[in-house]
């Protein structure tokens, strides 16, 4: 269950206000989570862009995830996501990098079953927050809620920064 119900609006404001940039990496939203930091308005003033790195080569050429981990791991894992984020982070320039990978269906991916996803943002001082989702439903509902997970995660440490929320 989401904790914050603060919403994209409410963390690009939070952004702004904290002087504060962001950037996306994504796989299984295909660039769900970019569009929705970029419905609003002057959202420009600190989303800073996003790669979609669906293919797993992608993922080692554009955000320099570690070949050697993709291999070892495969594409949905809690390691892999968090180099996302630090990789999308450092090419955009961002604050902070959001990243997200996982298993939409119809059918498991690298031994892990539909629903299996990885939410990883990276920080400030190199810091890594981490989300495990493991839910079924639709592969639009499973792409739909890992968006409303990332959201609330950076919502979540935006929060903390400004000693509006613990955890």
């Given at each position: 269950m989401r904790t914050d119900v603060l919403g994209a609006e409410g963390v690009i404001r939070l952004l702004i206000r904290q002087g504060a940039t962001l950037a996306v990496a994504e796989s299984?939203?295909?660039g769900l989570l970019g569009a929705t930091f970029t419905a609003m308005g002057g959202a420009s003033a600190a989303?800073?862009?996003g790669v979609i790195s669906y293919a797993t080569d992608l993922k080692r050429e554009l955000l320099a995830v570690p070949g050697e981990l993709l291999e070892r791991e495969g594409a949905v894992h809690p390691e892999v996501?968090?180099?996302?984020?630090?990789?999308?982070?450092?090419?955009?320039?961002?604050?902070?990098g959001l990243a997200v990978t996982?298993?939409?269906?119809?059918?498991?991916?690298?031994?892990?079953?539909?629903g299996t996803v990885h939410v990883a943002l990276s920080g400030p001082e190199g810091k890594i927050w981490h989300?495990?989702?493991?839910?079924?439903?639709?592969?639009?509902?499973?792409?739909?809620?890992?968006v409303d997970e990332a959201v609330d995660l950076l919502a979540g440490v935006l929060k903390a920064n400004m000693g509006e929320h613990s955890g």
């Open positions: 299984l939203t295909g989303f800073r862009g996501a968090a180099a996302m984020a630090r990789g999308v982070a450092r090419l955009c320039g961002a604050t902070y996982g298993v939409a269906g119809p059918d498991p991916q690298d031994g892990k079953p539909v989300r495990e989702l493991a839910r079924g439903g639709s592969r639009g509902r499973i792409r739909q809620r890992t």
